[in-house]
T-cell receptor, first 116, second 114 residues
Framework: AQSVAQPEDQVNVAEGNPLTVKCTYS??????LFWYVQYPNRGLQFLLK????DNLVKGSYGFEAEFNKSQTSFHLKKPSALVSDSALYFC??????????????WGLGTSLAVNP | DSGVTQTPKHLITATGQRVTLRCSPR?????VYWYQQSLDQGLQFLIQ???????AKGNILERFSAQQFPDLHSELNLSSLELGDSALYFC?????????????FGPGTRLTVT
């Protein structure tokens, strides 16, 4: 079965420093991987996805993610963190279930706190 | 603003009761997804409808049911409510039926069961 893990419940980083939010996955076949962000008291917003091709995927708000097949990882990165990046970040993988039962399997989320 | 609307924003009810949550997708989107978010279980996919038909099912309890109407709005019905059903319920919409496509989330309905 497909699964995704976010090993850190919380990440703290100072404003202006680079940030990384980690995600590892387990799939059979080629992975379809996603990052979504949830700002306080809001619904989730799509950031980026990896389907195939370049291992470095660029997304919204200056975020990017690096796909590493050998390490089965899809870490989210940003070169310079902003206080406004403070939010809950979710990694997800598409589960090709039996028949048409395709769905996203979600990580538990990582809370990012950017300190001024 | 994602363009997805959910009503009500907050709902407080007692154990054993039944409630209905409503979702209107973005204009033109045919897919509606329902999710439950709680502190202990994270974000759980419940069910997906595409153009009125059930398309995918997740960890949805038998006490819960959903439907999508001809105008594409969707309702999630929760019955025989238990304290553990207290959570944030999100719907999301998408143009296509595969979760490969970007999902647009509504602001959520916060359900409190007392």
């Amino acid at each position: 079965a497909q699964s995704v893990a976010q090993p850190e419940d919380q990440v703290n980083v100072a404003e202006g420093n680079p940030l990384t939010v980690k995600c590892t996955y387990s799939v059979s076949g080629n992975p379809y991987l996603f990052w979504y962000v949830q700002y306080p008291n809001r619904g989730l917003q799509f950031l980026l996805k990896y389907i195939t091709g370049d291992n470095l995927v660029k997304g919204s708000y200056g975020f990017e993610a690096e796909f590493n097949k050998s390490q089965t990882s899809f870490h989210l990165k940003k070169p310079s963190a902003l206080v406004s990046d403070s939010a809950l970040y979710f990694c997800a993988v598409r589960d090709m279930g039996a028949g048409n039962n395709r769905k996203l399997i979600w990580g538990l989320g990582t809370s990012l706190a950017v300190n001024p | 603003d994602s363009g997805v609307t959910q009503t009500p924003k907050h709902l407080i009810t007692a154990t054993g009761q039944r409630v209905t949550l409503r979702c209107s997708p973005r204009s033109g989107d045919l897919s509606v997804y329902w999710y439950q978010q709680s502190l202990d279980q994270g974000l759980q996919f419940l069910i997906q409808y595409y153009n009125g038909e059930e398309r995918a099912k997740g960890n949805i309890l038998e006490r819960f049911s959903a439907q999508q109407f001809p105008d594409l709005h969707s309702e999630l019905n929760l019955s025989s409510l238990e304290l553990g059903d207290s959570a944030l319920y999100f719907c999301a919409s998408s143009a296509r039926d595969d979760p490969y496509y970007e999902q647009y989330f509504g602001p959520g309905t916060r359900l409190t069961v007392t």
